[in-house]
């Protein structure tokens, strides 16, 4: 009896397993080109560089919001409307919450060891666990007060030193010297690798790491051919592996060396406190009291702190003092809403920040209308499932278009106009409605909303408080234009800046 229960039950499963995906076939897949057989799209993608361009050129051709381009046998699913984007990450979150496995998110992981990079399963979730309860908690982030204030200061000291020199600066520089600075004192403890230089700018050490950080960001899920066909990564065909292996090693050469030093004084007892992120990491503590985390766990989640902390804001504020130097009107808004907030006394503080809604405004505004990368990290589906009426299959890549979802017109007037006054109201940098693809939201989305925010604002409220920004004369307003192969300026924002305030606050913290 108990069999023949059994495999009634097994049959009716079955039926059930065949109606479910004869229902999920019936649903085409989203639109795209026409893929070979085997290959897919992949004789285009390699064709069509940039392949984001060639992506959202196809969806305005073709004027879809979705679209489906097979690549080896990868459907990449891209998104470019808010309210298809909510779809996937709100109504269907757990559905899409992995993360595809790709050869520079496998090396700059370290084999998936972390949070940000690693497909869902339990690594994944040890790893999220551990920076959204360990490394962002309240707590932290309050004892780390003092070291992002050092950091506040010393921008101000280092563009004040640049006005006594020729006021001729980089703002691409600067954003990530303070971006830069302050991820590495959050995590070692120390601003600079090397000795930086005397005016307070980065050293040749913090030169090289921050550009073996932005190769790796721009070469994860760069859509590498082995991406999509896996076997020909011993070809490494687009050269990405070598690129990314070699960036990888630079970035180590500086940190694995701390990061054991660190390991070795807590084992030996010449460190008792902790004082910082790393120290954070090196003492937590499984159930029978041993180390949580292997010293690889470790410089693999390192690894990815650095990299999720320097793009977004650095990016968010060149673009904004850009579109505020073209426009000075905004500039005047932004310094009034400071003397009225702060006055001209002090310097701007953390505690100040929730005031300042013209200068998140026009964060805001950058972050939705220039974002830094043209699709947030991918999402996997982990079942076959219909969204929107489309079938989407196991595995699918999906990418919601940042620009798509910023600039679509039936959410925002006039969408390729800067105009941070459309953010009205107690501003807030995140929108998990999806209207701006800042944070993100759901299962996948960004733990670390409040430190970003608190980066991104402290760093261009100090630098409008501090000092008068015209453009230098090696830049052309006119020519502040997005690069064809990225999506930051084509050219380093250069700019004269003048300092604003009475002279004894910039020598008060010399
Ligand atoms: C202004 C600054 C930042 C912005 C705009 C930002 C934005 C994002 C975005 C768009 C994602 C992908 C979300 C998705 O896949 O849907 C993400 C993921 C993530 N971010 Fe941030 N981020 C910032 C700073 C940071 C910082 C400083 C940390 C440091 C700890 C951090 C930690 C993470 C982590 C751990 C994830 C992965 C979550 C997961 O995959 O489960 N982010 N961030």
């Known amino acids: 009896m108990t069999n023949e229960l059994i495999i009634l039950g097994l049959a009716l499963l079955t039926i059930l397993l065949y109606k479910w995906s004869q229902r999920i076939r019936k649903h085409p897949l989203p639109p795209g080109p026409t893929a070979y057989p085997i290959v897919g799209c992949l004789p285009q993608m390699v064709r069509n560089k940039p392949v984001f361009r060639w992506m959202y050129n196809y969806m305005q051709t073709f004027k879809t919001e979705i679209a489906c381009f097979r690549l080896g046998s990868v459907h990449v699913i891209t998104v470019t409307s808010p309210q298809l984007a909510r779809q996937f990450l709100k109504e269907n979150d757990a559905v899409f919450s992995s993360r595809p496995e790709t050869m520079s998110s496998r090396l700059t992981s370290n084999g998936y060891l972390t949070a940000v990079l690693t497909p869902a399963g339990d690594q994944w979730q040890k790893m999220k666990r551990i920076v959204v309860s360990e490394v962002l908690k309240n707590d932290v982030y309050q004892s780390l007060h003092a070291k992002r204030c050092e950091e506040a200061d010393h921008l101000i000291r280092y563009v004040y030193n640049r006005c006594q020199q020729n006021g001729i600066l980089s703002v691409r520089e600067t954003a990530q010297l303070y971006c830069g600075g302050l991820i590495r004192k959050l995590v070692f403890g120390e601003r600079f690798f090397g000795c930086g230089m005397e005016d307070g700018g980065q050293g040749v050490e913090e030169e090289k790491h921050m550009d073996a950080l932005w190769t790796i960001l721009l070469h994860t899920y760069g859509f590498a051919i082995s991406d999509y066909v896996p076997f020909l990564e011993v070809f490494d065909l687009d050269g990405h592996n070598k690129i990314v292996t070699n960036a990888l090693a630079c970035m180590k050469k500086y940190q694995d060396p701390r990061i054991d030093k660190r390991v070795e004084m807590w084992r030996n007892g010449t460190r008792d406190k902790e004082d910082d992120i790393l120290d954070i990491l090196i003492n937590l503590k499984d159930s029978n009291k041993d180390p949580l985390l292997s010293a690889q766990e470790i410089k693999a989640q390192v690894n990815e702190i650095l990299l999720a902390a320097i793009d977004n804001p650095a990016s968010a504020v060149e673009w904004a003092l850009a579109e505020m130097m073209i426009e000075p009107s905004l500039l005047d808004l932004a310094s009034k809403e400071l003397d009225e907030v702060v006055g001209r006394e ?117 630098l409008v408080q501090g000092f008068s920004w015209t453009a230098s004369s090696h830049t052309s307003l006119a020519h502040l234009v997005q690069s064809g192969s990225h999506m930051l300026l084509a050219q380093p924002l250069i700019a004269h800046v003048t300092p604003r305030l009475d002279s004894q606050l910039y020598q008060q913290i010399s």
């Open 346 to 462: 002090r310097l701007v503080q953390e505690s100040d920040l929730p005031q300042l809604n013209f200068i998140k405004a026009c964060v805001k505004e950058a972050f939705r209308l220039h974002p830094v990368a043209p699709f947030n990290l991918p999402h996997v589906s982990t079942v076959d499932s219909v969204v929107s009426g489309y079938h989407i299959p196991k595995g699918s890549h999906v990418l919601l278009s940042r620009p798509g979802l910023g600039r679509n017109p039936k959410t925002w007037d006039d969408p390729l106009k800067f105009k941070p006054q459309r953010h009205t109201g107690q501003v807030l940098l995140h929108d998990p409605q999806l209207r701006i693809l800042s944070f993100s939201t759901g299962l996948r989305g960004c733990p670390a909303i409040k430190l970003g925010s608190t980066m991104v604002t402290m760093l261009l409220a100090r």
